[in-house]
């Protein structure tokens, strides 16, 4: 019988995020953002992932969260916000750390020009960007196949007995 290793994805939401519902709906949607990990939660079980979430206004708490997270979590998702942008310190913690995917609410391509650049992109195995909470999902759904694609929680083989 096969068995999947279950993979330890840790959430990574960044400043303001807390705000989600309140700031922006225009721009943010009206989720929470307990609504959103709660979702992700189940759906990591779904997917056969345990998925703890953080978000933290300070950008220490978030590469220290990274770099807690080698040898302990198999991959991050992470909504950087507006450290997206500007934070080289959490891009070379993402750099050494468990493999990342980076979401984003909105479509930063289309928002303001200072948006459209992510310092994250290039040490994330993939990105999604601009379907609302729906990049949650499919981040976390996409995130989980690259790994097991990439032989991370892969199908753990329960060996018969030789028949003779």
């Known amino acids: 019988m096969d068995d999947v290793t279950p993979l330890r994805i840790l959430v990574l939401h960044g400043p303001n995020l807390n705000l989600l519902g309140h700031r922006e709906p225009e721009v943010y949607g009206l989720i929470t953002l307990a609504e959103i990990d709660a979702a992700l939660r189940t759906l990591g079980r779904e997917l056969g992932a345990h998925v703890d979430c953080l ?4 950008e220490g708490a978030l590469i220290d969260a990274v770099q807690a997270a080698i040898g302990q979590r198999d991959g991050i998702l992470i909504n950087a916000g507006g450290l997206t942008h500007s934070s080289v310190a959490l891009r070379d913690a993402l750099a050494a750390g468990p493999p990342a995917l ?3 609410l909105s479509n ?7 948006r459209s650049v992510s310092l994250l992109a290039a040490v994330c195995v993939g990105g999604v960007f601009g379907l609302g909470a729906d990049s949650y999902a499919l981040g976390l759904r996409g995130l989980v196949g690259w790994l097991r694609s990439a032989g991370h929680g892969a199908l753990a083989v329960t060996r018969q007995p030789d028949a003779d």
């Open 102 to 104: 980076e979401v984003h």
């Open 55 to 58: 978000q933290s206004n300070h």
């Open 108 to 114: 930063i391509q289309a928002r303001e020009p200072f």
